[in-house]
């Protein structure tokens, strides 16, 4: 048994590598599905896991630029709003990651921490 799971972990490794090879962007835009699958897996999966950084994010930064209440309650607002949006992002890359010719939805904005 021990040496089965040591197979099936070292196949996994194996055939993951071309993800590794490049950035997970350009992997999942990638026209070979071999490589573009698990990336847009991947790319789904740190979607949906940051959505609620982006919640914490912008209402900090709602909180330091503007008013006090006002500030905070924008930010907090368009923070729910991205989070929404990555997380649908994310969990529409891993529902479609599977489909041979498409590359899914690529987050529309980089997060600034």
């Known amino acids: 048994m021990k040496r089965l799971l040591i197979l099936v972990f070292g ?4 055939l993951s590598a071309p993800v590794f090879a490049g ?18 897996v991947l790319r789904g999966l740190a979607n949906i896991a940051l959505s609620p950084v982006e919640v914490v994010h912008h209402t900090y ?5 503007g008013a006090p209440l006002v500030g905070t309650l924008e930010g907090a607002g368009t923070g729910i709003v991205w989070g ?8 529409w890359d891993v ?8 590359n899914g939805a690529p987050t529309t904005h980089e997060l600034e921490i």
Request: net charge negative.
């Open 11 to 14: 196949l996994m490794l194996v």
């Open 23 to 40: 950035t997970i962007e350009d992997n999942a835009a990638s026209a070979d599905y071999v490589i573009k699958a698990p990336a847009m």
């Open 61 to 65: 930064k709602g909180t330091m630029d």
């Open 84 to 91: 929404l949006d990555r997380a649908g992002r994310g969990i």
């Open 95 to 102: 529902l479609t990651a599977l489909f041979p010719n498409y």
